[in-house]
């Protein structure tokens, strides 16, 4: 029985684990509240994100990232992507496969208009 419940929690675990892996997370690095709009198909989610504070396991699907309700600049993410807030704009921070290096430097990812 002991070996059936560890075999449970150690499954879960892992599924957990693997979730978050093929999730995108969101860091505001500005000194101000930027308001985020997530949308995933016909779901749409809107957080208040405060300086320092980040989301973690987002668009595990892909979605489209709105910065401030600005319809000009959507950011689109597949889903594992790092990425973090900075002068008002989302910029690519990590790796998107686990296991791959960063680059270290912050590049503006494609915006799709």
């Known amino acids: ?29 500005d000194e101000k509240d930027h308001k985020v709009t997530i ?10 994100l405060k300086p320092a504070a980040s989301l973690q396991g987002i668009c595990r699907k892909g979605c489209i990232i709105r910065l401030d309700d600005s319809e000009d600049d959507d950011y689109e993410l597949d889903g594992s992507e790092i990425v973090s807030i900075e002068d ?16 270290g430097e912050s590049n503006p990812p494609p915006a799709s208009k």
Do not use: C
């Open 1 to 29: 029985m002991k070996a059936i419940v560890a075999f449970a929690a150690g499954t879960i675990a892992a599924l957990l684990w693997t979730s978050e892996a093929v999730a995108a997370s969101v860091t505001n690095r």
């Open 39 to 48: 949308m995933e198909g016909d779901v749409r989610q809107e957080h208040t």
């Open 88 to 103: 008002g704009y989302l910029y690519y921070d990590g790796p998107d496969q686990p296991g791959e290096q960063g680059q």
